[in-house]
Nanobody, 115 residues
């Protein structure tokens, strides 16, 4: 089993930056991809960014050019650097690990962007 711990959320003004971290309980060659998702009140959870085991990345159109997903393999940690934050980025952000047969979620971290 894999456990994920999300952190780094907070309150920031529009235009500001935050960096989210997701620590994975153990390294696993079975992890196919790591992703960041977010869920705003009254909305469905949506993919924000993903990084594959090979290092490829992809982003939601709404965050391209502003957010960057990265990883530190030695620290078993995935990051989401968020710049030029907007009020519409306000949501609970969740980290997810995709294995061949299972998906594991972090507990979520709140990001609030004030206008």
């Amino acid at each position: 089993q894999v456990q994920l711990v999300d952190s780094g959320g907070g309150l920031v003004q529009a235009g500001g930056s935050l960096r989210l971290s997701c620590v994975v309980s153990r390294s696993s060659s079975s992890i196919i991809a790591m992703g960041w998702y977010r869920q705003a009140p009254g909305k469905q959870r949506e993919l924000v960014a993903v990084i594959t085991s090979g290092g490829s990345t992809d982003y939601a159109d709404s965050v391209k050019g502003r957010f960057t997903i990265s990883r530190d393999i030695a620290k078993n940690t995935v990051y989401l650097q968020m710049n030029s934050l907007r009020p519409e980025d306000t949501a609970v952000y969740y980290c997810r690990a995709d294995l061949l047969r299972y998906k594991y979620w972090g507990q979520g971290t709140q990001v609030t962007v004030s206008s």
